[in-house]
């Protein structure tokens, strides 16, 4: 983005309101109710029947997101005063210029040009921006499609793709995850593109707009993984290499051991457990485990390797061991969840 937009009516209504009453701390979250009057006296001139409605401080999809769409772009208006919502999609901040801070519960995220902020579904948040230059780009995404764009895009048998899903739905910690992109033109570009195509109505326009979506998710994981910030870790703690944990566990799950990830990473096998727990809900073992199960039941299912040689690939020592462990998982033995799985797809080839 290279052109600041001027403040529009609304904005410059609001940004009155904010100078002229300082007292009132709009830029600090509080109830709808005690910010009403401002926010009535500024939007009551916009035409949009759904003004109202998008004012609510619980928001359904359906007042942003047009019927024949998956998604919608909403530019935030500065100097709104911060009130209290939560909505029943998923948002993605993108701070095209300047800066906001984004609070959720108790905590505050400061986001500067380049931030990108995944945010759960019923996640009760207040954003506040009260400067001329701060441009955030709201991007409300469906459910079923946020599904599809983002978690289609990963390997569904890896120790990441684990981790993201928990993030969203499993975690007790807050759902979010921050990237921090710094002045990406690609990812930029991508949202540009997106923002306007989902304003022209247009041929196969939520095709188009989906399509751009999942360019930008992959251009976000390909480009920036390593810069992201997670819920419940701070960015200057011990956790802060946990993207580069994880990652290094998924390459090398066949050897690799806590011994080796603590000399590599610095720390200490205690503190890695617990990095490890705390993020995935697993212990190392487990996680490690999981993954060679998951590996050798795709071998199985879609090769044609004898057992012993998918035990030797997917790091077992003894094959009797990896028997053992497999009919813990699964409840039956390899050679069973092979013919399982035949019988599958024999059937759904004769449908």
């Known amino acids: 983005m290279n052109k600041i937009p001027e403040l529009n009516p609304i904005e410059k209504k609001l940004k009155q309101f904010y100078r002229k009453s300082k007292e009132r701390m ?36 359906q007042i942003f997101i047009l019927e024949n769409m998956d998604v919608s772009f909403v530019r935030h208006a500065r100097y709104t005063p911060a009130f209290w919502h939560n909505h029943d999609f998923f948002e993605m901040i993108f701070v095209q210029s300047g800066g906001c801070i984004n609070y959720i519960f108790d905590r505050n995220i400061s986001m500067q040009t380049g931030d990108i902020c995944i945010m759960a579904p019923d996640i009760t948040h207040s954003l506040s921006a009260f400067h001329d230059e701060d441009v955030i780009m709201n991007i409300l995404i469906r459910k079923s499609t946020f599904e599809q764009s983002f978690f289609g895009l990963l390997d569904d048998n890896t120790i990441l793709s684990d981790f993201f899903k928990r993030t969203f739905y499993q975690t007790s910690e807050i759902p979010y995850l921050l990237f921090h992109t710094g002045e990406d033109s690609v990812l930029s570009d991508l ?127 003894s094959l009797n061991n990896f028997r053992k462990i497999f009919f813990k998982y699964f409840n039956m033995t390899p050679s069973e969840y092979r013919k399982t799985c035949t019988t599958k797809h024999t059937l759904f080839i004769s449908l």
């Open 26 to 61: 709009l830029d600090v979250p509080c109830t709808r109710d005690e910010i009403m009057d401002v926010l009535l006296s500024s939007y009551t001139a916009m035409p949009d029947k759904n003004i109202t409605q998008s004012l609510k401080t619980q928001i359904d999809e």
């Open 191 to 317: 949202i540009d593109r997106a923002y306007t195509e989902c304003a022209q109505p247009k041929r196969y326009r939520k095709q188009m707009v989906n399509t751009l979506l999942s360019l930008f998710f992959i251009n976000l994981f390909r480009r920036h993984e390593q810069h992201t910030e997670l819920s419940g870790i701070h960015p200057n703690s011990s956790e802060e290499n946990l993207m580069y944990v994880l990652r290094y566990m998924q390459a090398n799950y066949k050897t690799v051991s806590l011994k080796e990830l603590s000399s590599i990473f610095n720390y200490s096998e205690r503190q890695l457990q617990r990095i490890i727990q705390n993020a995935t809900g697993h212990t190392f073992i487990e996680n490690i485990q999981n993954q060679k199960m998951k590996q050798a039941a795709d071998l199985l299912q879609n090769s044609t390797l004898p057992v012993s040689e998918i035990s030797e690939r997917t790091g077992f020592q």
